[in-house]
Nanobody, 125 residues
Framework: QVQLVESGGGLVQAGGSLRLSCAASGPTLRFGMGWFRQAPGKEREFVAAITWSGGTTYYADSVKGRFTISRANANNTVYLQMNSVKPEDTAVYYC???????????????????WGQGTQVSVSS
C-alpha cells in the first residue's frame, strides 16, 4: 500500500512561488504520480501528472507554463513547483498515486489508488 504525505503549502502573494512536496512510502517507484486540488465548493480537479519513470509530464490547461511536476525516485518524493500563482490557485492540494503500476499518472480521481491528506495553498491578491 502506498502512503503519501504532502508538505509545503502556505500563504503566498499573487505572482509568487511555492513548492509542494509529497513524501511517499511503499512501492511508489513503479507508479505514476499526480497532483490534484480542491477549492471550497468545487470538485477535486486534476493539476499535473508524471509517468512512473519521470520521462513524461501532463498538465491541466489552467496551470500549463506555470507549474512543474517532478519526481526524485531516489528519495521517493514528488514535487510541484508553482510559479506565477494566482488567487484562483487557492485550494487544498492532494498528492495521488496511480491505480496501476507503470502507468502515465492519474488524470482523474477515478484512476487514483492512494491519496495524501492534502496541504492548503492560499494565494492573496
Amino acid at each position: 500500500q502506498v502512503q503519501l504525505v504532502e508538505s509545503g503549502g502556505g500563504l503566498v502573494q499573487a505572482g509568487g512561488s511555492l513548492r509542494l512536496s509529497c513524501a511517499a512510502s511503499g512501492p511508489t517507484l513503479r507508479f505514476g504520480m499526480g497532483w490534484f486540488r480542491q477549492a471550497p465548493g468545487k470538485e477535486r480537479e486534476f493539476v499535473a501528472a508524471i509517468t512512473w519513470s519521470g520521462g513524461t509530464t501532463y498538465y491541466a490547461d489552467s496551470v500549463k507554463g506555470r507549474f512543474t511536476i517532478s519526481r526524485a525516485n531516489a528519495n521517493n518524493t514528488v514535487y510541484l513547483q508553482m510559479n506565477s500563482v494566482k488567487p484562483e490557485d487557492t485550494a487544498v492540494y492532494y498528492c495521488a498515486a496511480d491505480g496501476v503500476p507503470y502507468g502515465a499518472g492519474p488524470k482523474s480521481a477515478a484512476g487514483v489508488r492512494s491519496w495524501g491528506q492534502g496541504t492548503q495553498v492560499s494565494v492573496s491578491s
